[in-house]
């Protein structure tokens, strides 16, 4: 019965007008990464890189926290294998990432280069969206919705590169809740994962590991060292569904 229907789809799709709605849907993240991708600009600048710097930064490594600490390691001189090493680290939240992407997703070619677009908020947003599409959409809405978030982010670099100061200037407080909201926007993304158990444990483990080295005094390695005993504990821990009682 539902051979007729499937075929409807894939006669009346249209990969423009997909990614279009990749596009609409990718658009509420834009005010978590705007802010975000100011401060980088501004906090790059800071440190001694040029515009053109901090723009290529911003689209080669796309990754907030990864940026916020290549910059900041660069600039103290730290050498050069631990900054790469340390940025792999933090990113090791894509363990988790794309195996439970890769049930909602077609096959292609084209994977390789787009997995480039998956950030925390275009997960959240692929995870919840992704299911409810036919499968012969999917593709193009990814396409459209991480090209977006990622175009943003770099003109939100440029932007922060060369105004941000003098906004930071006129408006201190922007400065201090900026990078904020980009963690902010994806734990309300993904709020809703809370009710499945497994993620449940496996964010539980991520907060309390990356709390309790922060107090350790270990905050440099917070963030990787949590990441990682939160995809130890995605992958490790199952419930047995519960038994329908006779």
Same mark, same amino acid.
């Given at each position: 019965m539902s051979q007729p229907a499937d075929h409807t789809v894939h006669a009346n799709h249209s990969p423009l007008r997909s990614a279009l709605q990749g596009v609409?849907?990718?658009i509420p993240l834009?005010? *978590?990464?705007?802010? %975000?991708a100011l401060s980088f600009g501004l906090v790059a600048t800071q440190a001694g890189?040029?515009?053109?710097? $901090?723009a290529a930064i911003s689209a080669l490594i796309y990754a907030g926290a990864s940026q916020f600490l290549f910059v900041g390691m660069i600039a103290a001189g730290a050498p050069l294998w631990l900054v %790469? $090493?340390?940025t792999l680290l933090i990113n090791v939240r894509? %363990? %988790?990432?794309?195996?439970?992407?890769?049930?909602?997703l077609p096959s292609s070619r084209h994977w390789p280069w787009l997995m480039h677009g998956l950030t925390d908020q275009v997960f959240?947003? $692929?995870?919840?969206?992704l299911p409810q599409l036919p499968e012969v959409k999917r593709f193009s809405w990814f396409?459209?919705?991480s090209l977006l978030a990622w175009a943003v982010w770099i003109i939100g670099t440029v932007i922060g590169a060369t105004? *941000?100061?003098a906004v930071t200037a006129r408006w201190p407080l922007l400065g201090e809740i900026m990078p904020f909201a980009l963690p902010a926007l994806f734990l309300t993304m993904v709020a809703p994962r809370f009710t499945d158990k497994r993620w449940a444990a496996a964010m539980l483990c991520t907060i309390l590991a990356a709390l309790g080295l922060n107090l350790a005094g270990w905050s440099n390695v917070a963030i990787p060292l949590a990441a990682a005993c939160g995809a130890l504990c995605f992958y490790t821990v199952t419930f047995q569904p519960r038994r329908s009682r006779p």
């Open positions: 609409r849907e990718a834009l005010g *978590g990464y705007i802010p %975000v890189f040029t515009t053109w710097e $901090a %790469v $090493a340390m894509h %363990v %988790v990432y794309g195996p439970n992407l890769a049930a909602l959240a947003l $692929a995870l919840t969206r396409v459209g919705a105004g *941000g100061e």
